[in-house]
């Protein structure tokens, strides 16, 4: 995940690792970081933005402490796959799905029929 739309203004009121934490948290919900999904290298952020290491370390630590990603020893951070993400996920991969059914010309019946269909199938598959 090496381009991530995060900007900092040094103007702002706001704390540059407050800025951080803030967007990434959006891109999260959002569905735009998705559960499993690898955030940049603290140190690589840092560079990235023009800030200092312990300024993106302190934004990391809030999203972890918040439950948004977790660190891993030899994967470094990533999106948590909690509870509260995994309706972003779900909901992001629907919009995928619509877009996709747009594209192909199907309309709204076939693809809801499409998604009753396939959620059939992977309740009997459970």
């Known amino acids: 995940m090496a381009d991530l739309p995060i900007t900092v203004d040094a103007h702002s009121h706001e704390a540059p690792f407050e800025q951080v934490r803030a967007q990434l948290a959006a891109l999260i919900a959002a ?11 603290v140190r690589a952020l840092a560079a990235d933005l023009g800030l200092a290491v312990n300024t993106v370390a302190r934004a990391f ?8 990603v977790e660190t891993r ?6 999106v948590a ?13 629907a919009t995928r799905f619509a877009v996709a059914a747009r594209a192909a ?7 809801i ?6 959620l059939r ?6």
């Open 31 to 41: 569905g735009h970081l998705l559960p499993g999904d690898r955030l940049p290298t």
């Open 61 to 68: 630590k809030e999203l972890e402490a918040s439950g948004l």
């Open 73 to 78: 020893r030899r994967a470094g951070t990533v």
């Open 81 to 93: 796959s909690g509870e509260h993400t995994a309706d972003v996920a779900v909901a992001a991969l």
């Open 105 to 111: 010309g199907i309309d709204d019946a076939a693809a």
């Open 113 to 118: 029929e499409l998604v009753r269909s396939a």
């Open 121 to 126: 199938q992977s309740s009997r598959s459970s």
